[in-house]
């Protein structure tokens, strides 16, 4: 399991380098981000190099996050790995509500992904000889 935070953000002009200059000013680097919008308000997925320094002055700063747990995992770089793995997923009852991918290496991709069973799905991954970061 790994963190990230979820930032909610007012749909409007300059909200995102807003947030993203509050953790420049107090070192924090991102590894990754992402972003999911209506016409009111965003969720802004990030994770840093610091998580729990990040969620703090984030709330010190006026903005209202969450902290939350992901399974991420490192998938083969190769035609239909991912693909393998969320059928097998989904086909042992995990939900996926959502996903992303952040900083990869060395011919693979790091996954993460929020579910309704992180532990179901962390286990079904290893019986998978799937690497959980």
Known sequence: MINQLAVFLENRKGR?????????DAGINLSSMSIADTTDFGILRL??????????????????????????????????????????L????????????????NGSAHIGFKTNDADKAASLLVKLGVEVL
């Not at 990040?54 to 209202?64: D, T």
């Not at 969450?66 to 693909?83: E, N």
């Open 16 to 24: 995102i380098g807003d947030c993203c200059k509050v953790l420049r």
């Open 90 to 105: 989904d086909e042992a009852g995990v939900n996926i509500e959502y996903l992303y991918s952040f900083a990869s290496d």
């Open 47 to 88: 994770m840093t190099n610091d998580n729990d320094k990040a969620f703090e002055v984030l709330k010190r700063s006026g903005f209202m996050c969450a902290m939350v747990s992901l399974v991420a995992m490192r998938v083969p770089d190769r035609p239909g790995a991912l693909a393998d793995i969320l059928i097998a």
